[in-house]
C-alpha cells in the first residue's frame, strides 16, 4: 500500500429536507450568490422553487444563470464568470448534476483569474485563487459533489478537459434522495455507469495488499448493480434512490483511491467521444471500460479474477483464472445491456469514421501516454476503440 493524505472538505447534508438549510449555509460565505442551473429539469419537477425558498428565508440576494448543457460549455462559464464580475459576487451555487457543479467550479476559478479560464484546462496551471462554491445534487453520476475535478468542453475542436484542485472541492452538498425520482431511466443508467468507472479506475491498480479498499470497492459497486434495475422499476422508492446517491459520492470522494495508483485511461478516453459527439458520459463509459478491460487485462489476470469472484460471484474454481477474468468482463457487458445502455460505438446514434478515431486517439494522447495500470500509447488508445466499434 502506498503512503497517502487524505482530506476531504465538503459537507455533505443529506435526506429529506435536506434542503431546508441551504439558506444557512450559504449564509457562513455570503448574502449574494450566482444560482447556477441547467436546462430545465429543476424547474420542471419544483427543485428550484424549494431551493429558493431557503434562500429568501435566509435572506441571500440572487443572481441567475441558466442553460447549463449537458457535456458543459466553456462560452456559459465565460458568461458566469462575467456575471459574478459585474454583480460582485463571490459565491456559485450549482443545483444539478455534473453538468452544473463542474461549470460553478469553473466559474470559480475563472473570476479572480486576470487571464483565459481554459489556461487551467488546458496545461498543468496551478489553481491558486477560487470563490467557494455550494451543490445541490439532482442526479448520482459525476460525483462532483465532492470531488476536485471539474470537466469543461471547448466548442473549437470538441476538446473536453479536466481541472484539478483540492479548492475545487465544494463547500458543502445538499444530497436530497427525492430529487432524483424523476431522472429518466436513461440517465439512472449511466449515471450508474459512470458510478462504476469511478470505482473501478481505482480498483484495477497493480499495487498489491489494498485489501481494506478492495473490500470497500467492491461493496460499492454490488450496491450499484443490485440498486439501479430496482430504481429504474421504481423510480421513487427512497431507499433504493438513496443507497445510489451516497453511493455516487463515497465513488468518486478520494476515499477508494486511498493507498493505490489510480487508472483514469478509460476515462480520458471516453471524454474524447463525449467532448466530439455530446453523449452521455456514463453511456459512452459503458462502451469504453469493457473494451479497456479486454485490452489489458492479461497484464493482471489474479486481479480481473478477483472483480469477477467477488463483484459478480463467479466460482474460480470451477473456471481457469483466465476464464474467471474474461467472464466477469462479459458479465458487466451483460448488466450494462440489461439496463439498455449501449456497450458498442455501433450503438450509438452517431457516425464514426476510422478517421475520427485516428482524431481521438490522437487527442487522446497528445500530452503523453494515459492510464497507470497499463501505460496506452496512441496506438493502444486506436486499438481500444476499434474493440469498441
Ligand atoms: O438538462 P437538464 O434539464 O438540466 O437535465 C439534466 C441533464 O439533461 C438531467 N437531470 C439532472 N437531474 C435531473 C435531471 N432530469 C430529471 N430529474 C432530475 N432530478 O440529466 C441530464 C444530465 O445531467 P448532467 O449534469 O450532465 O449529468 P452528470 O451528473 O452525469 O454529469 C456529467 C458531466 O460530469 C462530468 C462528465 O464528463 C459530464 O460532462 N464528470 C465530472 C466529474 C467531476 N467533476 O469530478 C467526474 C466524472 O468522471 C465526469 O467526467
Ligand atoms: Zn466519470
Given at each position: ?14 435526506g ?11 449564509r457562513?460565505?455570503s ?26 428565508e435566509?435572506r ?9 448543457q ?23 451555487l450549482?443545483?444539478?448534476?455534473g ?11 475563472g ?24 451543490t ?8 462532483s459533489?465532492?470531488s ?6 471547448k ?9 484539478e ?65 430496482k430504481?429504474?422499476e ?18 468518486h ?14 476515462h ?12 452521455t458520459h456514463?453511456?459512452?463509459l ?13 497484464n ?18 470451477y473456471?481457469?483464472?483466465?476464464e474467471?477474468?474474461?467472464e466477469g ?7 450494462y445491456?440489461?439496463?439498455?445502455l ?38 493502444d ?9
Open positions: 500500500m502506498q503512503n497517502f493524505t487524505y482530506q476531504n472538505r465538503t459537507k455533505i447534508i443529506f429529506k429536507g435536506a434542503e431546508r438549510e441551504i439558506g444557512s449555509e450559504v457562513k460565505y448574502d449574494k450568490i450566482l444560482l447556477l442551473y441547467g436546462g430545465g429539469a429543476v424547474k420542471e419537477y419544483g427543485i428550484y422553487d424549494k431551493v429558493l425558498s431557503s434562500l429568501r435566509s441571500v440576494e440572487v443572481a441567475e444563470l441558466g442553460g447549463v449537458p457535456n458543459p460549455r466553456l462560452k456559459l462559464v465565460k458568461e458566469g464568470i462575467e456575471l459574478c464580475k459585474s454583480e460582485n459576487i463571490n459565491f456559485v450549482a443545483v444539478g448534476g453538468s452544473v457543479i463542474d461549470t460553478a467550479k469553473a466559474i470559480s476559478i473570476v479572480p483569474y486576470e487571464g483565459n479560464v481554459w489556461d487551467f484546462y488546458s496545461s498543468d496551471k496551478l489553481i491558486e485563487e477560487t470563490l467557494p462554491i455550494g445541490v445534487l439532482t442526479i448520482p453520476a459525476a460525483g459533489e465532492s476536485p475535478g471539474s470537466v469543461i468542453t466548442e473549437e475542436g470538441g476538446y473536453k478537459r479536466v481541472a484542485s483540492e479548492r475545487l472541492r465544494p463547500e458543502f452538498s445538499i444530497l436530497n434522495p427525492e430529487f432524483t425520482y424523476t431522472l429518466p431511466d436513461y440517465q439512472t443508467a449511466s449515471g450508474a455507469a459512470d458510478i462504476m468507472s469511478h470505482v473501478m479506475e481505482r480498483y484495477f491498480t497493480n499495487e498489491p495488499r489494498v485489501g481494506f479498499t478492495d473490500r470497500l470497492s467492491e461493496a460499492t459497486l454490488k450496491t450499484v448493480i443490485n440498486n439501479t434495475p430504481a429504474m421504481e423510480p421513487e422508492n427512497y431507499s433504493v434512490r438513496s443507497q445510489l446517491m451516497w453511493a455516487s459520492t463515497v465513488a470522494n478520494g476515499l477508494l483511491g486511498t493507498g493505490r495508483i489510480e487508472d483514469w485511461a478509460s480520458d478516453i471516453e471524454h474524447e467521444l463525449s467532448g466530439m459527439y455530446d453523449i456514463g453511456a459512452g459503458a462502451i469504453i471500460f469493457p473494451a479497456w478491460m479486454n485490452y489489458v487485462y492479461q493482471n489476470v489474479e486481479r480481473f479474477a478477483q472483480f469477477a469472484a467477488r463483484v459478480w460471484n463467479l466460482d474460480p474454481n473456471f481457469s483464472l483466465e474467471t477474468a474474461v468482463i462479459r458479465k458487466l457487458e451483460e448488466f445491456r440489461s439496463i439498455d449501449p456497450t458498442q460505438l455501433k450503438d450509438l446514434e452517431v457516425e464514426i469514421t476510422d478517421e475520427d478515431l485516428e482524431e481521438m486517439s490522437e487527442k487522446c494522447t497528445e500530452s503523453g501516454p494515459v492510464g497507470n495500470f497499463v501505460e496506452l500509447e496512441k496506438e488508445v486506436l486499438n481500444i476503440y476499434k474493440l469498441a466499434q
